[in-house]
């Protein structure tokens, strides 16, 4: 039992850093989730922006502030893919974990860019096709 001491002392620390370098993980994953999940509204981004185009209304300013809208929500995320960079492993789990944290931050923004310029336009469209699919 009293060679097992030191090792035992040593544990906590072990489990320590293993949970920081599985923190930094959870960080990175997540980080990488949120990308995949707006990408796949990509194509809805140039869905509406082809049906603002389309519409009878595609000349007024609500329907091209809608366009531009949606055309800035689609370069917030190339900007953001271009820029992204796997920190190394060779940097601290903090370091790594402080840098998913902010990555986090840009490409939720990125996200309320989606949906904001989405729903924005979903109304525009809605108020287009309410008079004509009245008559």
Do not use: N
Request: glycine content about 2%.
């Amino acid at each position: 039992m009293l060679h097992l001491a030191p090792l035992l002392l040593l544990l906590p620390a072990c489990l320590s850093l293993q949970s920081e370098e599985q923190k930094a993980e959870a960080a990175e994953k997540a980080v990488l989730a949120r990308h995949d999940e707006l990408m796949a509204q990509m194509d809805q981004l140039y869905t509406l922006r082809q049906q603002l185009q389309q519409t009878a209304h595609s000349d007024t300013v609500a329907a091209g502030r809608q366009r531009r809208a949606l055309l800035a929500a689609e370069a917030g995320m190339m900007f953001w893919m271009h820029h992204y960079r796997r920190p190394a492993d060779t940097l601290t789990a903090d370091s790594r974990l402080a840098y998913y944290g902010m990555q986090q931050q840009r490409i939720d923004s990125v996200g309320r860019l989606f949906r904001s310029s989405q729903d924005s336009a979903k109304a525009l469209l809605s108020t287009v096709s309410a008079p004509s699919s009245a008559k």
